[in-house]
């Protein structure tokens, strides 16, 4: 269901729900290299009354802009690796279409679960590995090898529970390949573009996207982007991880009671 829809509310108060929506998951977005839609998602349905579908559909249309905005901003402080991302990228949308096969003949809940795990896992990293800001990703095979089981784990892991690749490429980055906080976190912005557009030209086709939806929470958070990647550069990778594993947790608070809600029915 869209704001189109929605006859009790005024389109003047939609567009000012879906403008606040983009300013805060603009700001996440830049701030910890995640596209947002696990921000996006939950506050369409909740608060503009989408179904998961749409609200889906609406927030992959959404992500492609700001993630561009938050590529530049993080390149502007060489913290993009260019080549690894694109790796990671073909393997995510291989990989997304293996999970998308496979999500009929698991266990959603016990996915869910096994998330969480590892979600909680990165948590506790988190608080073990520094990242240091002077690293770079060196392209030997076996990096490039690794970047590829990586890029198709994400795909798999996305197409199996809807979440962005982000909040895997970004831990997976920092803490399997020792890059720095903030290369993995501009690496995971650009990863993510090509395989949003290529779902964002799907849902167009299959009418899951609400046009205003998408072009008020795409443009609003195109203009706090750039801000939260400030931020993220000029915090202390210690600060930084913090501030990651708190969103983690809201993360895997959010797949626990999913997985919860699953099991009663």
């Given at each position: 269901?869209?704001?189109?829809?929605?006859?009790?509310?005024?389109?003047?108060?939609?567009?000012?729900?879906?403008?606040?929506?983009?300013?805060?998951?603009?700001?996440?977005?830049?701030?910890?290299?995640?596209?947002?839609?696990?921000?996006?998602?939950?506050?369409?349905?909740?608060?503009?009354?989408?179904?998961?579908?749409?609200?889906?559909?609406?927030?992959?249309?959404?992500?492609?802009?700001?993630?561009?905005?938050?590529?530049?901003?993080?390149?502007?402080?060489?913290?993009?690796?260019?080549?690894?991302?694109?790796?990671?990228?073909?393997?995510?949308?291989?990989?997304?279409?293996?999970?998308?096969?496979?999500?009929?003949?698991?266990?959603?809940?016990?996915?869910?679960?096994?998330?969480?795990?590892?979600?909680?896992?990165?948590?506790?990293?988190?608080?073990?590995?520094?990242?240091?800001?002077?690293?770079?990703?060196?392209?030997?095979?076996?990096?490039?090898?690794?970047l590829v089981v990586l890029g198709l784990a994400t795909g798999t892991v996305s197409g199996l529970l809807g979440v962005g690749g982000g909040i895997i490429?970004?831990?997976?980055?920092?803490?399997?390949?020792?890059?720095?906080?903030?290369?993995?976190?501009?690496?995971?912005?650009?990863?993510?573009?090509?395989?949003?557009?290529?779902?964002?030209?799907?849902?167009?086709?299959?009418?899951?996207?609400?046009?205003?939806?998408?072009?008020?929470?795409?443009?609003?958070?195109?203009?706090t982007t750039a801000l939260g990647a400030w931020v993220a550069t000029s915090i202390d990778p210690?600060?930084?991880?913090?501030?990651?594993?708190?969103?983690?947790?809201?993360?895997?608070?959010?797949?626990?009671?999913?997985?919860?809600?699953?099991?009663?029915?």
């Amino acid at each position: 269901m869209g704001a189109s829809d929605q006859p009790r509310r005024s389109a003047a108060a939609s567009v000012l729900l879906f403008v606040s929506i983009g300013l805060l998951t603009g700001f996440l977005s830049g701030l910890f290299g995640v596209g947002g839609g696990v921000v996006i998602v939950p506050l369409l349905v909740l608060l503009l009354g989408f179904d998961q579908r749409r609200a889906a559909g609406t927030s992959l249309a959404a992500i492609v802009p700001s993630a561009a905005v938050g590529v530049v901003s993080y390149a502007v402080n060489d913290a993009v690796a260019w080549i690894p991302a694109l790796i990671l990228a073909a393997g995510a949308v291989l990989g997304a279409q293996f999970g998308t096969w496979l999500l009929p003949r698991v266990s959603q809940t016990a996915l869910r679960w096994a998330f969480v795990g590892f979600l909680l896992a990165v948590i506790v990293s988190l608080f073990v590995v520094i990242p240091s800001r002077d690293v770079h990703l060196t392209l030997l095979w076996p990096a490039v090898i690794g970047l590829v089981v990586l890029g198709l784990a994400t795909g798999t892991v996305s197409g199996l529970l809807g979440v962005g690749g982000g909040i895997i490429v970004v831990p997976a980055l920092i803490l399997v390949f020792g890059t720095s906080d903030l290369l993995a976190k501009g690496t995971s912005l650009l990863m993510m573009i090509p395989a949003a557009i290529s779902g964002t030209v799907g849902n167009i086709i299959r009418r899951n996207i609400d046009p205003l939806g998408a072009v008020c929470v795409g443009l609003a958070a195109c203009t706090t982007t750039a801000l939260g990647a400030w931020v993220a550069t000029s915090i202390d990778p210690f600060t930084a991880n913090i501030l990651f594993a708190v969103f983690l947790a809201f993360i895997a608070t959010q797949m626990a009671v999913k997985a919860v809600r699953g099991r009663r029915r």
